[in-house]
């Protein structure tokens, strides 16, 4: 089940349920060697750079698409309650301005992302909030398929927690 609303004026909810326990629906969230196995749309590959998963530290990752162009990302821990919620800022990494692509889009920024994870037994209820400062940069962040490729990336991650739920 995936759901997307935008609930409140600036940010994008995206709810999916997932085949698997709660506990490991959040190792596969927060631990480089699972992140890198589902995360970013289909088609795209993931390298995590640094994870420093505690208030403060920090995540960097690049999504490597297709052709090979690199986008990277970024984002500071602001609250962790193992498993039932994270929350991070959200932003578009260094060197994303040089992308042919998006040198003519204005993109967002200010994002912050709280993933909340609900237990319901055998499976897990994820709720993704993407927060925006303005209404404009949540519409711009829409525009460029955020949805889209976030139901992807769940794709990919169900189909990775089917391979490694081995109950």
């Known amino acids: 089940m995936t759901t997307a609303t935008n609930t ?12 698997a326990p709660r506990d490991l629906v959040w190792q596969v969230w927060t631990e480089k060697e699972h992140i890198e196995k589902w995360f ?10 640094h994870l420093d998963l505690l208030e403060g ?15 990277p990302s970024k984002g500071v821990f602001l609250e ?5 919620k994270l929350v991070s800022t ?6 994303i301005d040089k992308i042919e692509a998006l040198k003519d889009l204005k993109l ?22 993407i ?3 303005t209404e404009e940069d949540r519409k711009r962040h829409e525009d460029m398929g955020v949805v889209e490729g976030w139901n992807s990336s769940f794709d990919k991650m169900d189909e990775y927690l089917a391979g490694i739920n081995k109950n």
């Open 8 to 19: 409140k004026q600036n940010a994008i909810v995206i709810v999916r349920e997932f085949d």
């Open 131 to 133: 927060g925006h400062p």
């Open 108 to 129: 967002p920024e200010g994002m912050v992302t709280t993933a909340e994870f609900e237990d319901l037994g055998d499976r897990c209820r994820l709720t993704l909030t």
């Open 90 to 95: 959200d932003e578009f990494g260094e060197g």
């Open 57 to 71: 530290g920090e995540m960097r990752l690049v999504m490597i698409g297709p052709d090979g162009t690199e986008y």
């Open 80 to 84: 962790i309650d193992p498993p039932r």
């Open 40 to 49: 970013g749309p289909k088609g795209f590959d993931t390298r995590v750079d």
